[in-house]
C-alpha cells in the first residue's frame, strides 16, 4: 500500500531565508508525486507535480521539488521564502500511469514565515 | 473557468438531521472524490466515483453516502451526522494521473 510521510508538522522560518519541506513515500509501485498549497481559509492548489522525465520540477513561484527514486522522497525547496508563502503544504502520491487512481496525501506542514 | 463548486461553504447542524453536501465540477473528469480534513491527520478519503454510477469507500466511509448519477456531480450525504463528522470537507475531480482540483471546502459542524 502507498504512503506518505512528512516530517515536520510545522517549519517556522525567517523572510528571505531558505527553506526545505521533506517528503517520503512508500510505494510498491511507479508513482505520481505532487505537492498541494492550501493558503488560509480555501481550498487545495497543486503547486508543482513529477510524472515522468527530469526528476527536477519547478513551480512559477519559486518552489521546485526533486524525484529521487533511492530515497524515496520528494522534498519541497525553495531558496528565499516570501511573507505570502505563508500557508500549509501537502505532499502526495498517486500509483502512475493508471487512468484513475487513488491519491494519497501526507499530514501536511504547516509552513510559517517571520518578518 | 474549470472549477469546482460545494455547498455550503458552512453548515452547523445538529446530530441525526441528515445533510447533503453537493459538488458539482465543469471539467468534465470521470475521476472524483471527498475528502475530510482534521488538524493533524491531513486529508483522509471517504469515498470516491472513477465514473457514472461506479463509487468506492475510501479510508473513512463510515456513517456516509454518495451517489455519481451525473458526470458533473458528486452529492455527499450524511444520514443521521454524529459530532465526530464535525471536519473540513473537500471534494475533489481529478485528470489522469491524479492531478486534483478541489472545491473551496464545507467546513460542518454537528452539535
Known amino acids: 500500500a502507498q504512503s506518505v510521510t512528512q516530517l515536520d508538522s510545522q517549519v517556522p522560518v525567517f523572510e528571505e531565508a531558505p527553506v526545505e519541506l521533506r517528503c517520503n513515500y512508500s510505494s510498491s509501485v511507479s508513482v505520481y508525486l505532487f505537492w498541494y498549497v492550501q493558503y488560509p481559509n480555501q481550498g487545495l492548489q497543486l503547486l508543482l507535480k513529477?510524472?515522468?522525465?527530469?526528476?527536477l520540477v519547478k513551480s512559477i513561484n519559486g518552489f521546485e521539488a526533486e524525484f529521487n527514486k533511492s530515497q524515496t522522497s520528494f522534498h519541497l525547496r525553495k531558496p528565499s521564502v516570501h511573507i505570502s508563502d505563508t500557508a500549509e503544504y501537502f505532499c502526495?502520491?498517486?500509483?502512475?500511469?493508471?487512468?484513475?487512481?487513488?491519491?494519497?496525501f501526507g499530514s501536511g506542514t504547516r509552513l510559517s514565515i517571520r518578518p | 473557468e474549470a472549477q469546482v463548486t460545494q455547498n455550503p461553504r458552512y453548515l452547523i447542524t445538529v446530530t441525526g438531521k441528515k445533510l447533503t453536501v453537493t459538488c458539482s465540477q465543469n471539467?468534465?473528469?470521470?475521476?472524483m472524490s471527498w475528502y475530510r480534513q482534521d488538524p493533524g491527520l491531513g486529508l483522509r478519503q471517504i469515498y470516491y466515483s472513477m465514473n457514472v454510477e461506479v463509487t468506492d469507500k475510501g479510508d473513512v466511509p463510515e456513517g456516509y453516502k454518495v451517489s455519481r448519477k451525473e458526470k458533473r456531480n458528486f452529492p455527499l450525504i450524511l444520514e443521521s451526522p454524529s459530532p465526530n463528522q464535525t471536519s473540513l470537507y473537500f471534494c475533489?475531480?481529478?485528470?489522469?494521473?491524479?492531478?486534483?482540483?478541489f472545491g473551496q471546502g464545507t467546513r460542518l459542524t454537528v452539535v
Open positions: 471539467m468534465n473528469h470521470e475521476y
Open positions: 475533489a475531480s481529478s485528470l489522469q494521473g491524479g492531478v486534483a482540483f
Open positions: 513529477y510524472l515522468s522525465g527530469s526528476t
Open positions: 502526495a502520491v498517486s500509483e502512475g500511469g493508471s487512468s484513475a487512481s487513488k491519491i494519497i
